[in-house]
């Protein structure tokens, strides 16, 4: 069955990745039309919205979507750069990614860490015996998408009736309540309990799917004793009732980054809330070679999910004559939209494509040979994202 899938270049590197990744796609005979919707900041700039919403109809009716990568800045830095006709008019910057998994309500991020045998990039650490261990890492970071602090309930110089509000708990009136309003800036971590029983959920079954003997909740529960501690207590009711056969464990988040280095194989799903789950699938996706590896998807229960490498959009490489950076990571995000889709004997070609080429390690990016992200490392030596791309086709 053809398909149709919304391209979401966006900004910088979002749109080399993004463009490599469908002739991919197109080699290992994926059946899909594409169809390209306007994001990022050149729209930001010109219409002072960079998620017109033209782009959203088009979400809207197709459903499944391949996001490239995109530029945010500072709130200031932002509408300095609005055209002159749109600044001073009320337009306020606000990452479309963001408003994308709010608006679809994108509430389930999942971002798998594998490691690829050989790669140069993976993790490596002394054993007992004062050998070099490299160990497997296979984590599913399942990360909540919609609440907890990025949820965009914030202010500076908070109104009246959200100070007043503050000023009912005994904390804030301790340790803030001398503080003059216009000097606060309050930002908010709110959990529900039916994003929070989705998400508990999805990694649960994740779990149960893929033969995982864990689900670690990785929290802060001892000190945000409110939001991570609901997350916990229903993640005990959950496997109690529900998934018996799996181990149910329990980290802080601050320890489990100094674990992750100590004995990262010992994990299998890991489950947070939005900005735990982002810094613990930054640090395992650093054991498996850094961004250039780090895959996501981002689901909706009204069947909407798009598909995104969890790097930034690196401007300046960008405007390198030659793109120089590692395509794989979305690629892989492409492999997570084939198995969302049921194509799993595609994903499973491409993945051991992949493989294959990091294996025999002919074929290695500036970010795999360790160098510095410059225009001259494919004189170097290095593969330009393009050499990576047909090396990876050349495999198929």
């Not at 197709?62 to 055209?83: C, M, Q, R, Y």
């Not at 749109?86 to 509430?107: E, T």
């Not at 991020?109 to 490596?124: D, M, V």
């Not at 500076?156 to 000023?167: F, K, T, W």
Request: charged share 25%; proline share 5%; with cysteine.
């Amino acid at each position: 069955m053809k398909r149709t899938i919304v391209t979401l270049p966006g900004d910088g590197i979002g749109k080399i990745v993004l463009s490599e990744t469908l002739r991919v796609l197109d080699a290992a005979a994926f059946q899909a039309e594409y169809v390209e919707g306007d994001i990022g900041w050149e729209f930001w700039c010109s219409e002072g919205n960079p998620l017109p919403q033209r782009t959203i109809d088009l979400i809207e009716k197709h459903k499944v979507g391949l996001f490239g990568a995109i530029t945010s800045k500072p709130k200031d830095d932002a509408a300095n750069e609005l055209t002159s006709d749109l600044r001073d008019k009320g337009y306020v910057y606000k990452s479309p990614i963001v408003a994308l998994r709010q608006h679809f309500n994108m509430d389930i991020c999942l971002r798998p860490c594998r490691t690829y045998k050989s790669n140069p990039l993976n993790f490596i650490y002394r054993g007992a015996n004062g050998k070099p261990v490299e160990p497997l890492v296979d984590v599913a970071v399942f990360r909540q998408n919609t609440e907890g602090l990025y949820g965009g309930v914030e202010w500076s110089n908070p109104p009246d009736i959200v100070y007043e509000a503050l000023m009912t708990h005994p904390q804030f009136v301790k340790n803030f309540g001398k503080v003059p309003k216009e000097e606060l800036s309050v930002s908010t971590r709110i959990f529900t309990r039916k994003a929070t029983e989705r998400i508990l959920r999805a990694a649960f079954e994740h779990a149960r799917k893929y033969k995982y003997r864990s689900v670690t909740v990785c929290e802060k529960p001892n000190v945000i004793r409110e939001t991570s501690g609901i997350m916990y207590k229903m993640a005990q009711q959950m496997q109690k009732r529900d998934f018996p056969e799996i181990e149910l464990w329990n980290t802080n988040i601050d320890a489990q980054m100094m674990w992750l280095t100590k004995n990262p194989d010992n994990y299998g799903v890991i489950v947070a809330g939005n900005m735990f789950g982002d810094i613990i699938s930054d640090g395992f996706a650093g054991l498996i070679g850094g961004l250039g590896f780090a895959c996501s998807a981002q689901m909706s229960e009204s069947g909407v999910a798009l598909f995104e490498p969890t790097h930034g959009s690196a401007p300046k490489y960008a405007e390198y004559e030659t793109p120089i950076v590692n395509p794989i990571a979305m690629i892989e995000s492409a492999c997570m939209m084939l198995d969302y889709l049921g194509e799993d004997t595609i994903a499973k070609k491409i993945r051991g494509a992949i493989a294959t080429v990091i294996e025999e390690g002919k074929v290695r990016t500036y970010d795999m040979m360790k160098m510095a992200g410059r225009q001259d490392v494919v004189e170097k030596g290095a593969a330009s994202t393009i050499q990576m791309t047909e090396a990876i086709i050349g495999k198929l």
